[in-house]
């Protein structure tokens, strides 16, 4: 019967081990602050994956994603039509008007923090790509907004599909929500149940009690919902070349309301 229960909640942490969390993620807020002042025309994605190896390394935290079933960076940087888990190179040099998802994380003391933003290279954006962006962050938020007790993950869910809709309202343009990637439960390791679905009807899934944490994760795309996975068995990339975004944050349920755990300290 406890197990039972237990699978009926989405895994609670103590407020200790929020605190422990959000240790780890200030040092991936850091890492990607100093990525996204990195990142200018001529750098490569490799020298941004030295950037944030650098931020780690001087907090004493571990990459949560080199090595990681042998991923072989400290970030993955996803440029344009590439959604999710692009492999920093040198040979990627970035361009005025890219736009650019860096994802990140960071273990402290055996607790994981997982965050991602995105941003445009240059003075040189199109407005289309920065209303995307914007359009994955506000529905980012409004996941982050239903993280509260006594919703369940299918609350969640909703409200970022809900947020990629008033999106669409208010851009005049239809955005593309990623299929088959979400987020997910995190903690002592990086990735763990449940699946979040950034789409999908309300009321339904494991209830979100005190202490449940999830990374919650919207990938847009100016076009087309499906993807194809390159031959490096990692990159992501939109089947009709259109552009992506990815936004995201680990965060906790708390008496108080959502607490972010990966902002800067």
């Given at each position: 019967?406890?197990?039972?229960?237990?699978?009926k909640?989405?895994?609670?942490?103590?407020?200790?081990?929020?605190?422990?969390?959000?240790?780890?993620?200030?040092?991936?807020?850091?890492?990607?602050?100093?990525?996204?002042?990195?990142?200018?025309?001529?750098?490569?994605?490799?020298?941004?994956d030295?950037?944030?190896?650098?931020?780690?390394?001087?907090?004493?935290?571990?990459?949560?994603?080199?090595?990681?079933?042998?991923?072989?960076?400290?970030?993955?940087?996803?440029?344009?039509?590439?959604?999710?888990?692009?492999?920093?190179?040198?040979?990627?040099?970035?361009?005025?008007?890219?736009?650019?998802?860096?994802?990140?994380?960071?273990?402290?003391?055996?607790?994981?923090?997982?965050s991602?933003?995105?941003?445009?290279?240059?003075?040189?954006?199109?407005?289309?790509?920065?209303?995307?962006?914007?359009?994955?962050?506000t529905?980012?938020?409004?996941?982050?907004a239903?993280?509260?007790?006594?919703?369940?993950?299918?609350?969640?869910?909703?409200?970022?599909?809900?947020?990629?809709?008033?999106?669409?309202?208010?851009?005049?343009?239809?955005?593309?929500?990623?299929?088959?990637?979400?987020?997910?439960?995190?903690?002592?390791?990086?990735?763990?149940?449940?699946?979040?679905?950034?789409?999908?009807?309300?009321?339904?899934?494991?209830?979100?009690?005190?202490?449940?944490?999830?990374?919650?994760?919207?990938?847009?795309?100016?076009?087309?919902?499906?993807?194809?996975?390159?031959?490096?068995?990692?990159?992501?990339?939109?089947?009709?070349?259109?552009?992506?975004?990815?936004?995201?944050?680990?965060?906790?349920?708390?008496?108080?309301?959502?607490?972010?755990?990966?902002?800067?300290?």
């Amino acid at each position: 019967m406890v197990r039972l229960r237990r699978r009926k909640v989405v895994p609670a942490r103590t407020p200790g081990e929020l605190d422990a969390m959000a240790l780890a993620g200030s040092v991936v807020a850091a890492a990607l602050a100093a990525v996204r002042e990195a990142a200018r025309p001529g750098v490569s994605t490799a020298e941004l994956d030295e950037v944030s190896a650098q931020v780690m390394a001087d907090a004493g935290a571990e990459p949560s994603f080199l090595g990681y079933h042998g991923f072989p960076a400290t970030i993955c940087s996803s440029v344009n039509d590439r959604v999710v888990h692009g492999i920093p190179s040198s040979e990627e040099v970035l361009a005025d008007g890219d736009l650019v998802s860096i994802d990140c994380g960071a273990i402290v003391d055996g607790w994981h923090g997982d965050s991602a933003v995105t941003f445009v290279v240059g003075p040189g954006a199109r407005e289309e790509d920065l209303q995307l962006s914007e359009a994955c962050r506000t529905s980012m938020e409004a996941g982050i907004a239903a993280m509260v007790v006594g919703n369940r993950l299918g609350d969640v869910s909703h409200a970022i599909e809900l947020g990629t809709r008033a999106a669409e309202q208010r851009d005049g343009r239809h955005y593309g929500i990623v299929d088959g990637y979400g987020g997910h439960g995190i903690g002592r390791v990086m990735h763990a149940d449940p699946f979040l679905a950034n789409e999908g009807p309300p009321d339904t899934g494991p209830r979100l009690v005190e202490g449940s944490v999830l990374a919650i994760e919207p990938m847009l795309t100016l076009g087309t919902e499906d993807t194809l996975v390159l031959a490096d068995d990692w990159t992501v990339v939109t089947t009709d070349g259109s552009r992506a975004a990815h936004w995201e944050h680990t965060v906790a349920v708390t008496a108080d309301g959502p607490r972010i755990l990966t902002l800067p300290r």
